[in-house]
């Protein structure tokens, strides 16, 4: 059986909805330095062009079972997410993350997570490009089933 603690922060009245959610696969809590699948916590933000917050902090437990059956778990974790930055993930973790609208944001051992979401930021009031961009008209645009949304996800190119 999986342990984990998972610590969710409820926005304050005046917040409002963020339009991008993000995680991030760290231990530390600071920077990324994570691989998706065997990470030992998840920051998940709320960011727009002018702040962000954190909206749940969860840590794995140590002895969890392996890899392709934690996936699913970890990936549910990650639900109304835009991307998960990490060092590494599977290519069966790519897949699935895709499946659900999240894409795997591949950034070098140690990146500040603070750093990183100025820089969400910065795209945020300028002309966002690629994942973020394609997420934000998904937000905007929702497809109308599963299989335009799955669709509209294979013809991204990775």
Known sequence: MTTERKLHIEPQPQDGEFPLKV???????????????????????????R????????????AE????????????????????????CGASAIRQLLERGIHPVKVDEGADIHTLLLELQQELQGKPMGWLARSLKQVKRAPNNEAERLQALMDEEW
């Not at 760290?26 to 727009?48: K, P």
């Not at 079972?65 to 590494?88: S, Y």
């Open 65 to 88: 079972p392996k890899a392709h059956d934690r996936l699913p778990a970890r990936i549910n974790d990650l639900a109304g997410c835009a991307a998960v930055f990490c060092n590494a």
């Open 23 to 49: 995680a991030f696969a760290t231990a530390n809590r600071r920077q990324v330095e994570q691989h998706f699948g065997s990470a030992r916590g998840m920051l998940i933000y709320g960011v727009d062009s």
């Open 51 to 62: 702040e962000w917050r954190i909206l749940a902090a969860i840590e794995y437990a140590e």
